[in-house]
Nanobody
Framework: VQLQASGGGLVQAGESLRLSCVAS????????MGWFRQAPGKEREFVGL????????YYADSVKGRFTISKDSAKNAMYLQMSSLKPEDTAVYYC???????????????WGQGTLVTVSS
């Protein structure tokens, strides 16, 4: 399975942006799809995830209430709607796929190439 992330860009603080992640093949209902991000000089951190079939969601505290994950199963696509963006949200955002409902990047088998989000103050 290949994942393609897109939608990054340069925005000002307070603005919104939507990222997309499209899989090359069908995403099974048992799969977990996640969003992670990595800022320069920092470790990759968890942003949010969704259990594909039932749509169970979980978010990092740092984005809760501002970011929303959604999906389109027919398109094998996952989205990350980001609102009220802050400069500290600046990072390369990655989508990933796995089987466990976990926030640990090492547990995800498939990764997209990343898309850069830059939030200016």
């Amino acid at each position: 399975v290949q994942l393609q992330a897109s939608g990054g860009g340069l925005v000002q603080a307070g603005e919104s942006l939507r990222l997309s992640c499209v899989a090359s093949s069908r995403i099974f209902s048992s799969a977990v799809m996640g969003w992670f991000r990595q800022a320069p000089g920092k470790e990759r951190e968890f942003v949010g995830l969704i259990r594909w079939g039932i749509g169970r969601l979980y978010y990092a505290d740092s984005v809760k209430g501002r970011f929303t994950i959604s999906k389109d199963s027919a398109k094998n696509a996952m989205y990350l709607q980001m609102s009220s963006l802050k400069p500290e949200d600046t990072a390369v955002y990655y989508c990933a796929g796995g089987l466990d409902f976990t926030t640990q990047p090492s547990e995800y088998r498939f990764w997209g190439q990343g898309t850069l989000v830059t939030v200016s103050s």
